[in-house]
C-alpha cells in the first residue's frame, strides 16, 4: 500500500507540473532545507528574455506575506534563489504537495507569470511514538491469537521517506502483524502467540520499532511494557468512528468543538474509560484541547484560516486495564471577513510632468486580501476629485492613469487616496495615500504688471539715476521662472536705445545712461523683454514711455535788436511823437517751455526814465509822454528780458533813439558809439548781407515751389511786409502773444548803415495809427548820409543793410 501511496504522489505532481508548462507558467522543485543563497532556476532564461530587457522591465516577486521571506530574485542574474530556510513539515504539514506560489510582475507592458515552487519533501524526521512507554494490562486469561493494538509511529515526512516497517523485539509470547485500513493508515496489532501465567512472569518488557523508507533509513523505538491481570475482556468502544465539526475561524478560546463518546461493557475498574490524543500535529496541540473524563474537544488557541483550514487528529478511548479504541476526528475551520484588503504601491512615476497627455500611467497598484471567496473579492476606487482613475488590469492588479491635463501652477501636489472594500459581511475595508508631485515644463511666459510703463525725469538728470521699475512674474518653478530683463534693439534720435536707457537684468530697475535735453528730446518709447531661463524660453515685451520734464536752463535770447557789442543799431523818434506813440519793439525769445519761458521785459537803465516805457509782456517801447524840445536828442536804453523760472534767467540788450524829423539835424553819430569794436562793423555788416541775401533768395524760391505746388499760402513764422524764416529763431522758439513776439499790427521795414565806423539807423512805418507815418521814414541815398554825419575817412564808403524783420 506505501508503493502505491507514493506512486499516486508522483503522478498527481506530474500532472500538476504539465499544467502549468502548458499554460506558459513557471515551476520548479527544490528539496527542503536547501542551503539559504541556492540557485532554483534562471528565470529570464526560462521565459527567453534578455536579462538587460529583464532588469529594464523591473521584475520583481510577489508573494503572500507568508511565503514572501523564502525566496527571492537576483535581479542582475535573474536567478531565483533560496532566501531562507524551507521546512516543509512546517509549512505544509501532512499535506501531499507543498507548494508556493509567486508572482513574476514584469512592467512595460505590464506582465504577470505564475511561478510555482514544489518543496521536496527529504528524510529529515524520524518516526516518532505517541508515547515512549506502551503500557497494556493483559489478563492472563486471554487466549493465544488475542489481538492488542499499538498507536502506529507518526513521521513528518512523506511518501518513501514516511514509516515504511515496523519490527518487534524478541520475546516468548508476542508476535507483531501490520495491516493497511481503508483510510491510508496502519493498524499495529501484539498478537498473542504464547499465553501468559501471572505467576511466573508478572510483567513484560521488550521494544517496537518502526523504520522509515528513507535513505538513510530513521527509525523510532517505542517500550512495550506488559503487565499481566486478571481477565478485562472488553476494550472501549465509539458510538462512530470518525468524528466530523466545523469551526469559525473567528471562535473564542473555550469554545466546544465536538464531543467523543466511547462504552465499555465491563464493569467496575474495567469499565472506566478515559480519553486523550493519540495521534494530533504540533500546530493542533497549540488551538485545541481533550478533557480526558468528559470526551469534550475545546478551543485553546488562535485559529486562521488563511493558515490552516483544516486539522486531523485520533483519539484513544481506554478502560481501566489498558483495552482501548481510537476514533478519527476531523475539523474543518470556515473563513470569516476578518482580513481587510492590502494596498500595495508596485510602481510610481513621481514627479509626473505637467504636459502628460490623459491616459497616461503613472502607477501601478496591487490589492491583496487573505480571505476566500466572496470575502476576498475586493473593489478598488479612489475617493477624492482628482483628474486620476484607477484601471483594472490583471488579476488583482490596477493601473492609476491620469484622466485630464495637469497644470503645476494650479495643483503642484496631489494626495491620491486609495480605498479597497472587499465583499465579506460586514464588508472591510482601508486606503493608502500616495503623493505625486508634478514637474513643471516652461508653459507660462513672463507676464508684466502693468500693460505700460511710463517714466519722468527732469531734463539734465546725472547719468545712472533710476527712472522706473518694471515687474513680470511667471508662475512656472525655479529656472523656468526666473525672469531676466533685457532692452530690446530699436534706435531714438538716430542713436542706439541703450546709449539712452539702461536695465537691471535681475531687479528690471531702468537707469538713465546719459543726462536728457528737453530741448532736443522731449519723449521717446522703449520696449523691455522679459524672458524666462527655461528650454525653449518664453519671453513677452512692454513698452516704457519715457517723457522729459523742462528744466530752465536757457536764458532768453534777443532777437532784435541785436545783442550788445555786435551791432550799433538806432531807431528814428519824430519830434512830433505824442504819449504812448510805439517807438520800437524788443523781440526776445526762450528756448524752455511752459512757464520756463513766459518773458518779461523792463528797462532797467534809460537817459530819460520818464520819456519812454516797455510792454511788461510785449516788449513794446511807447513814449509815455509828449516829446518836448528839452528832450535830449540821444536816447539810450538798456531793456532786461527774464523768463518765470526758478530761478529765474535774464538778458540785457541797449536801444539807441535819436528824437529827429529830419537825418539833416542829425549829429555825428559816432558821438553815439559805445563800443570800440564798430570799427570792424561794415566788413561784418556786408558778410551778413551776402548770407541773408542768399537765405532770402532760397526762401523765395522755396515758397514760390510750395505755392505752385499746392496752390496755397506758405506758413511762415509770422505775417507781414517781411518775414523771418523759422530757421532764424532758436530752436522750440513757441510763438506766444504776450510772451515776447510782436502785435500783429505793427510792420517793421528795412534799416539802413551808414560807412566805416558809423552807425545803424532804423526807420519805422506802421499800419497803426499811433506809429509814425510812412512818408517819414529816412529815405536817403549814400552821398545824403555822407553829408549829414561826415566822413571818418578820405574815401567814404557808404552801405545799406536790409535784414529781414518779422511783422506779427
Not at 480571505?371 to 483628474?387: A, F, H
Not at 494650479?410 to 482601508?430: M, R
Not at 539807441?656 to 564798430?678: F, G, M, Q, R, T
Request: with cysteine; net charge negative; proline share 5%.
Amino acid at each position: 500500500m506505501g508503493y502505491k501511496r507514493q506512486s499516486l504522489l508522483v503522478f498527481i505532481c506530474s500532472v500538476a507540473l504539465c499544467v502549468q508548462i502548458a499554460s506558459a507558467d513557471l515551476s520548479y522543485s527544490v528539496p527542503e532545507e536547501k542551503r539559504p543563497g541556492s540557485i532554483v532556476g534562471n528565470i529570464p532564461k526560462d521565459l527567453g528574455l534578455g536579462v538587460g530587457t529583464f532588469m529594464s522591465r523591473k521584475a520583481r516577486i510577489d508573494a503572500e506575506d507568508t511565503y514572501q521571506h523564502f525566496c527571492d530574485l537576483d535581479l542582475k542574474t535573474g536567478n531565483f534563489i533560496i532566501r531562507d530556510r524551507i521546512d516543509r513539515e512546517e509549512l505544509c504539514g501532512e499535506k501531499v504537495l507543498c507548494m508556493l506560489k509567486y508572482e513574476l510582475v514584469l512592467e512595460s507592458p505590464l506582465e504577470v507569470h505564475r511561478v510555482s515552487l514544489l518543496i521536496q519533501d527529504v528524510n529529515d524526521n524520524s518516526p516518532v511514538f505517541p508515547k515512549d512507554s506502551v503500557k497494556l494490562e493483559i489478563t492472563e486469561s486471554a487466549l493465544k491469537g488475542a489481538r492488542y493494538r499499538v498507536n502506529e509511529a507518526h513521521d513528518a515526512d512523506i511518501g518513501q521517506n514516511t514509516v515504511r516497517q515496523y519490527s518487534l523485539e524478541r520475546n516468548e509470547h508476542f508476535i507483531l502483524t501490520v495491516r493497511d485500513d481503508a483510510e491510508g493508515s496502519k493498524s499495529i496489532e501484539l498478537v498473542l502467540d504464547k499465553e501468559l501465567d501471572r505467576e511466573k512472569e508478572h510483567e513484560l518488557k521488550f521494544a517496537l520499532i518502526a523504520v522509515d523508507g528513507g535513505n538513510p533509513q530513521r527509525s523510532g523505538t517505542a517500550v512495550i511494557h506488559v503487565t499481566v491481570l486478571d481477565a478485562n475482556d472488553n476494550a472501549p468502544a465509539f458510538d462512530q468512528a470518525i468524528h466530523k465539526a466545523s469551526l469559525a475561524e473567528n471562535s473564542p478560546l473555550d469554545t466546544l468543538v465536538v464531543t467523543v463518546r466511547a462504552s465499555d461493557a465491563d464493569e467496575g475498574v474495567n469499565g472506566e474509560v478515559s480519553y486523550e490524543f493519540s495521534r494530533i500535529s504540533e500546530k493542533a496541540k497549540k488551538v485545541f484541547s481533550l478533557n480526558s473524563k468528559t470526551g469534550e474537544i475545546k478551543v485553546t488557541g488562535t485559529l486562521d484560516f488563511e493558515t490552516n483550514s483544516k486539522y486531523e487528529m485520533r483519539v484513544d478511548a481506554k478502560d481501566g486495564y489498558g483495552l482501548s479504541s481510537d476514533s478519527k476526528v476531523v475539523i474543518d475551520i470556515t473563513d470569516v471577513n476578518d482580513n481587510a484588503p492590502v494596498i500595495h504601491v508596485k510602481s510610481l512615476i513621481n514627479p509626473v510632468t505637467e504636459n502628460a497627455p490623459p491616459g497616461t500611467e503613472v502607477g501601478i497598484i496591487n490589492v491583496q486580501d487573505r480571505d476566500s471567496d466572496i470575502n476576498g473579492q475586493v473593489r478598488c476606487s479612489i475617493q477624492q476629485n482628482v483628474p486620476f482613475k484607477l484601471v483594472p488590469s490583471i488579476k488583482n492588479y490596477y493601473s492609476l492613469v491620469t484622466t485630464g491635463q495637469l497644470d503645476r501652477e494650479l495643483v503642484s501636489d496631489y494626495n491620491i487616496t486609495i480605498s479597497a472594500t472587499d465583499e465579506g459581511s460586514p464588508p472591510l475595508s482601508s486606503s493608502k495615500t500616495v503623493q505625486l508631485s508634478v514637474a513643471d515644463i516652461n508653459d507660462n511666459p513672463p507676464v508684466f504688471e502693468e500693460q505700460s510703463y511710463s517714466a519722468y525725469v527732469s531734463e539734465n538728470n546725472k547719468p545712472g539715476s533710476t527712472l522706473c521699475s518694471v515687474s513680470a512674474r511667471d508662475p512656472d518653478w525655479r529656472q523656468n521662472g526666473t525672469v531676466v530683463y533685457s532692452l530690446l534693439p530699436a534706435e531714438v534720435n538716430g542713436a542706439s536705445v541703450s546709449s539712452y536707457l539702461s536695465v537691471n537684468g535681475d531687479t528690471g530697475v531702468i537707469h538713465a545712461v546719459r543726462s536728457f535735453d528737453y530741448e532736443q528730446l522731449r519723449s521717446f518709447k522703449v520696449h523691455v523683454m522679459a524672458r524666462d531661463n527655461g528650454s525653449p524660453p518664453l519671453s513677452s515685451n512692454v513698452t516704457v514711455s519715457v517723457f522729459v520734464s523742462d528744466v530752465n536752463d536757457n536764458s532768453p535770447q534777443i532777437l532784435y535788436p541785436t545783442p550788445e557789442g555786435s551791432s550799433f543799431m538806432t531807431e528814428l523818434v519824430p519830434k512830433a511823437a505824442h504819449g504812448g506813440s510805439l517807438v520800437s519793439k524788443v523781440i526776445a525769445v526762450d528756448a524752455d517751455s511752459g512757464q520756463n519761458a513766459w518773458l518779461s521785459y523792463q528797462i532797467v537803465r534809460s537817459t530819460d526814465p520818464g520819456l519812454f516805457t516797455i510792454g511788461v509782456h510785449s516788449g513794446e517801447i511807447r513814449t509815455q509822454r509828449d516829446i518836448s524840445e528839452s528832450d535830449s536828442m540821444k536816447q539810450n536804453l538798456i531793456v532786461a528780458v527774464k523768463d518765470n523760472g526758478q530761478p529765474s534767467l535774464s538778458a540785457t540788450c541797449a536801444m539807441y533813439l535819436l528824437i529827429s524829423d529830419n537825418l539833416a539835424e542829425v549829429p555825428e553819430l559816432k558821438d553815439i558809439s559805445y563800443d570800440d569794436k564798430n570799427s570792424k562793423l561794415t566788413s561784418y555788416l556786408i558778410i551778413a548781407l551776402v548770407c541773408v541775401s542768399t537765405f532770402f533768395l532760397t526762401f523765395i524760391i522755396i515758397v514760390l515751389g510750395v505755392r505752385f505746388c499746392r496752390r496755397r499760402k506758405p506758413r511762415l513764422l509770422f505775417d507781414g511786409a517781411v518775414a523771418i524764416p523759422g530757421a532764424y529763431l532758436p530752436p522750440n522758439y513757441a510763438d506766444v502773444d504776450g510772451t515776447g513776439t510782436l502785435r500783429s499790427s505793427y510792420n517793421y521795414d528795412a534799416y539802413l548803415t551808414t560807412g566805416s565806423r558809423t552807425s545803424d539807423f532804423k526807420f519805422v512805418s506802421s499800419y497803426n495809427d499811433n506809429t509814425l507815418p510812412a512818408d517819414q521814414t529816412l529815405k536817403k541815398n549814400p552821398s545824403e548820409f555822407a553829408d549829414v554825419f561826415g566822413d571818418s575817412d578820405s574815401s567814404p564808403e557808404v552801405s545799406i543793410l536790409v535784414l529781414p524783420f518779422p511783422s506779427v
